[in-house]
């Protein structure tokens, strides 16, 4: 095990997909980490005192049954991935301090981990927007899910589901002295169309933001009038699933096994997890 304080560099792992299955394993049921713990549903463990850590999947309709299906396949396995990975936070951060569950090297490195997974570099990036608060959520869901939503439907769930962040960010602020470090967790897929072909870019992008009185204002003023001028920081990576590879079925049997084998955490259960397809 490396020390947690120093962690290793993340190269592009240009091994097979059976050598990527065998580290995987080797790291995510590393025996001096604590068992996994599938969290009950509502638990508070993705909004604590150790921050807040948020989950927004969603892809953009499309009238091609052919690609729906695909899309759907694709984001069941960055679903299944950001559960794997925040279980192994969750208990890398057990044991070594809370501080790592916000830590995007950590969340970097665990992802890259995973069969079939790029690496993702971390950077720091901003958000600057001048902005009815009306349009915040269609403008966060193009940011964040590559989508331009249509008004109605998906789009007020969202606005909904912004609003209980919203609250638990103001909640946290409050109650850990003016800083409150989040991490949310963007299931993504392009779809770029060439020709007769489709390409499908199926990502998971880290935003690392930590709050205080003078940054959140905006995180509930999706139904304001009002327009607001927004400046705020960020680290952000974003980590690649490989679906040229899937392609191949040896390949994607290793990528299910590892799913199938690996802890979760549940996410799908959180209170902080959204997943609509617009």
């Known amino acids: 095990m490396w020390d947690p304080i120093t962690l290793p560099e993340i190269l592009l792992d240009k091994r097979t997909p059976a050598e990527q299955l065998k580290d995987a394993c080797a790291f995510f049921f590393a025996a001096d980490l604590p068992e996994s713990r599938r969290q009950e549903k509502g638990a508070a463990v993705y ?14 309709a499309d009238n091609d049954p052919v690609v729906r299906q695909r899309l759907s396949e694709l984001k069941y396995y960055l679903v299944a991935i950001a559960d794997i990975v925040t279980d192994y936070v969750n208990r890398f951060a057990e044991k070594y301090g809370a501080v790592f569950r916000t830590d995007p090297e950590l969340w ?24 009815q608060g009306t349009e915040l959520a269609a403008s966060l869901a ?69 709050f205080d009185r003078s940054n959140m204002q905006w995180v509930s003023a999706c139904g304001s ?14 980590n690649v699933l490989d679906n040229e590879a899937l392609e191949d079925a040896g390949a994607r ?21 959204f997943n609509e397809d617009f």
């Open 47 to 60: 909004a604590d005192a150790g921050g807040m850590i948020g989950f927004i999947a969603g892809t953009a």
């Open 225 to 238: 009038e009002a327009y607001m001028d927004i400046r705020c920081s960020y680290m952000y990576a974003a």
């Open 108 to 131: 970097s490195l665990a992802f890259a981990k995973v069969p079939l997974m790029g690496p993702g570099d971390v950077d720091s990036q901003m958000y600057v927007k001048y902005i």
């Open 142 to 210: 193009e940011q964040i899910l590559d989508v331009a939503p249509e008004p109605g439907g998906a789009l007020d769930r969202f606005k909904r589901f912004l609003g209980r962040l919203g609250d638990i960010l103001r909640s946290g602020v409050r109650g850990h002295k003016d800083c409150y470090r989040t991490v949310t967790l963007g299931i993504a897929i392009e779809v770029v169309r060439e020709a007769d072909k489709v390409l499908y870019i199926p990502r998971i992008r880290q935003y690392h933001v930590s």
């Open 253 to 273: 049997s290793v990528l299910e096994e590892f799913i199938r084998r690996a802890g979760k955490a549940g996410i799908t259960d959180a209170p902080t997890f």
